[in-house]
């Protein structure tokens, strides 16, 4: 799979990530490690070779399945990781580094990740420039190589670029989910931030899998997403899935591979996408190779709005 330059590092990611949030099995429901082990060995094996985790997924559960499964071939792979809004001071900071670097048995981390701005979910408020101060020693050491933030308006990102460089943007972006066009994607073009975009596939939504009545399993916290539980969103959403349809036939991929391949196909974007299992893990992959037209992106793009132009601002996809 071809590379791209992460920001002004010089990382080099693959345009399709995979994600982790569902190997730290909390608030996701029927995850196995052992599966989860398959999927990121099949992920690494198809050409995915940059893989993106979180301290909070699963308090460290996810880091330690990443370095159980992909530990032999280190060397070989990006590893992105997140320190959660509540250990944003600078101590808190240095020793979350610590606590990951130990769970994901490495003595460097490829990318670390503001994953929340100071505040969120009720943390203390943390001055960037103390948060940004950490990352930079933890640079310095050679502990992580690129700093990147996750969640974060255009406005702060600004702020901590004055204390540091910022490599990369994580912001919630799909064919479902574009508030980062209008406020951050401008900003990250001009100043050569990679976007990484989560949950790409709208937490399954554009694999076309969930069906008009879906019903999610007690404990699923995607039952709490705006583009499920709200009816008239699920209801344009399944309308744009049945226009999409034909799309994805003509270029002889699934739903799910036209989104990324979509996806990826926007300014300076990449895609994590999460797999359950190996079979999912090297679908995902295969949307690397499919190719879009000028014509069928701006077709695709038609279709998503449809769903997108009916949402509020809010960047934050959840009703937790």
Same mark, same amino acid.
């Given at each position: 799979?071809?590379?791209?330059?992460?920001?002004?590092?010089?990382?080099?990611?693959?345009?399709?990530?995979?994600?982790?949030?569902?190997?730290?099995?909390?608030?996701?429901?029927?995850?196995?490690?052992?599966?989860?082990?398959?999927?990121?060995?099949?992920?690494?094996?198809?050409?995915?070779?940059?893989?993106?985790?979180?301290?909070?997924?699963?308090?460290?559960?996810?880091?330690?399945?990443?370095?159980?499964?992909?530990?032999?071939?280190?060397?070989?792979?990006?590893?992105?990781? /997140?320190? &959660?809004?509540?250990?944003?001071? $600078?101590?808190? *900071?240095?020793? +979350?580094? =610590?606590?990951?670097?130990?769970?994901?048995?490495?003595?460097?981390?490829?990318?670390?990740?503001?994953?929340?701005?100071?505040?969120?979910?009720?943390?203390?408020?943390?001055?960037?420039?103390?948060?940004?101060?950490?990352?930079?020693?933890?640079?310095?050491?050679?502990?992580?190589?690129?700093?990147?933030?996750?969640?974060?308006?255009?406005?702060?990102?600004?702020?901590?670029?004055?204390?540091?460089?910022?490599?990369?943007?994580?912001?919630?972006?799909?064919?479902?989910?574009?508030?980062?066009?209008?406020?951050?994607?401008?900003?990250?073009?001009?100043?050569?931030?990679?976007?990484?975009?989560?949950?790409?596939?709208?937490?399954?939504?554009?694999?076309?899998?969930?069906?008009?009545?879906?019903?999610?399993?007690?404990?699923?916290?995607?039952?709490?997403? /705006?583009? &499920?539980?709200?009816?008239?969103? $699920?209801?344009? *959403?399944?309308? +744009?899935? =049945?226009?999409?349809?034909?799309?994805?036939?003509?270029?002889?991929?699934?739903?799910?591979?036209?989104?990324?391949?979509?996806?990826?196909?926007?300014?300076?974007?990449?895609?994590?996408?999460?797999?359950?299992?190996?079979?999912?893990?090297?679908?995902?992959?295969?949307?690397?190779?499919?190719?879009?037209?000028?014509?069928?992106?701006?077709?695709?793009?038609?279709?998503?709005?449809?769903?997108?132009?009916?949402?509020?601002?809010?960047?934050?996809?959840?009703?937790?």
């Amino acid at each position: 799979m071809e590379t791209r330059t992460l920001g002004k590092s010089d990382l080099k990611i693959t345009p399709i990530i995979m994600g982790t949030w569902q190997a730290g099995k909390a608030m996701w429901v029927g995850i196995e490690d052992s599966q989860s082990i398959q999927a990121l060995r099949a992920a690494f094996d198809a050409g995915i070779t940059t893989i993106d985790t979180a301290a909070v997924y699963g308090n460290g559960h996810s880091e330690k399945i990443v370095a159980e499964a992909l530990s032999d071939v280190r060397s070989q792979v990006v590893y992105a990781t /997140k320190v &959660f809004a509540n250990h944003l001071k $600078y101590d808190q *900071v240095i020793k +979350a580094c =610590e606590s990951s670097l130990k769970n994901m048995k490495t003595d460097y981390i490829d990318l670390y990740q503001i994953h929340w701005p100071s505040g969120s979910f009720g943390s203390e408020i943390v001055p960037i420039e103390e948060t940004m101060r950490a990352m930079n020693d933890l640079k310095q050491q050679g502990k992580i190589r690129a700093i990147g933030v996750s969640n974060f308006s255009r406005l702060q990102m600004e702020e901590a670029a004055q204390y540091g460089q910022i490599d990369s943007l994580q912001p919630p972006y799909s064919l479902f989910w574009r508030q980062v066009e209008t406020d951050q994607m401008p900003y990250c073009v001009a100043q050569n931030i990679a976007i990484i975009a989560y949950s790409s596939l709208a937490q399954g939504l554009l694999t076309g899998k969930f069906g008009p009545d879906h019903q999610f399993a007690e404990g699923d916290h995607r039952a709490k997403n /705006k583009l &499920f539980y709200q009816k008239d969103n $699920y209801q344009r *959403v399944q309308q +744009a899935l =049945e226009a999409l349809k034909p799309i994805a036939a003509r270029h002889n991929c699934t739903l799910a591979q036209l989104s990324l391949a979509w996806l990826i196909a926007q300014p300076q974007t990449c895609a994590i996408v999460g797999a359950r299992n190996a079979e999912q893990a090297i679908a995902n992959a295969k949307a690397a190779s499919v190719k879009l037209s000028p014509e069928a992106l701006a077709e695709i793009d038609a279709i998503g709005r449809t769903v997108t132009q009916h949402l509020d601002n809010n960047p934050v996809m959840w009703d937790f």
